[in-house]
Structure formats: C-alpha cells, structure tokens
C-alpha cells in the first residue's frame, strides 16, 4: 500500500496504474487483486486507512490532554508531525479533495468521521471559552488545510515552526492560569 501511496501522490489517482504499483511493490498484479478489487478499491482502503489512524490519534489527545487548551495544541502540532511525516499521503489526499467521485463507495464512512471529529472540535473551543466555537473549528481548519497546501508546494521552505507559534498565539488567552 505504501507503493501505490507514494505513486498516487506523485502522479495523481487518474495517471497511476494497477501495473504501475504492482513493479513500484515488486509484486505482481494478481497478487495485487488478490487484496484489491479495483485500483479504486486500493485507494478507497488507503483512506479508511487514514481516516482510522487520525481517529485514533484523535482519541489519544481527547484521552490524554486535561485541558481544552492543552487538547487545541496536542491537535495543531500532530497535524503538523503528520504531514511533516507522511508528504505522499498528504498530496494524494489533497488531490482526492478535487476528485470527490472517486471515494464516493466511502463516503459516508469518511462523512460520518469527520462530523464526529468536527463535533469534538466545536465542544473543545466550548470549552475552551471562544465567542463561537463552531466557527472557530472551522477556522482552524481552513488555516492548517491552508498551511498544509503551502508546505506541500514549499517542503524545506514554508516555516511551519513559526506558523505553528502563531496560529497558538490566538489561543494564549485561553491557557489555564498556572498555579506555582
């Protein structure tokens, strides 16, 4: 699968072939079909993939942060390890965001996780005390997909480390007094 990941993020869904990723995994294509039907399907479980591991991840920073401070910061900087982390996923996945039909036998699954992802976030700025939570989550969401597409046309260039300062700046107020 980490084959066709890098081929589909380097190449686009639309130009990389089932032969392709099977020479790039150095199997052969009936193998290949053994495990996927399509060339969709594979791109289809490399979703589910993805959208299992943010939601476990997701569920590790609920779990382990105690405050809605802590969790918004937990959250900015494990988004910002993961595309540091896996570039290929990233462009494949950002590439998919024009090409909706191609994930539409995965739909509701993805819709379902992101609204519950999207439910959370909201009820962390509640928490957190921002004046609207739900449109603060959605902010924070077109900022780091906007500071995402940039580090993935500038790698090496875009200074994530300040962007990452800044974008937690906006929620300084918000830090839970420490008591000495």
């Known amino acids: 699968m980490e084959s066709a990941l890098e081929l ?3 190449n686009g869904y639309q130009s990389t072939s089932i032969s392709q990723i099977a020479k790039a995994a150095g199997v052969s294509k009936g193998l290949l079909y053994n495990y996927f039907d399509s060339k969709e399907d594979l791109l289809q479980q490399l979703v589910l993939q993805h959208v299992e ?3 476990a991840w997701w569920n590790d920073i609920v779990a382990k942060q105690d405050t809605a401070y802590e969790q918004v910061v937990a959250m900015v900087d ?3 390890e993961i595309v540091q982390k ?3 996923k990233w462009q494949m996945l950002t590439s998919l965001a024009f090409q909706p039909h191609v994930l539409e ?3 509701d699954i993805v819709a379902e996780k992101q609204g519950k992802l999207i439910g959370e976030t909201i009820d962390i ?3 957190l005390g921002v004046a609207q939570p739900e449109a603060e989550t959605f902010l924070i969401g077109a900022i780091l997909d906007g500071m995402f597409l940039h580090y993935l046309n500038m790698p090496g260039q875009y200074p994530l480390t300040m962007m990452r300062d800044y ?3 906006r929620y300084e107020d918000y830090k839970p007094n420490q008591l000495n």
């Open 53 to 55: 591991e943010n939601e």
């Open 167 to 169: 974008i937690l700046a």
């Open 105 to 107: 036998g995965i739909a």
């Open 86 to 88: 896996d570039l290929h």
């Open 78 to 80: 494990k988004s910002i």
């Open 125 to 127: 700025f509640r928490r």
């Open 8 to 10: 589909f993020g380097n």
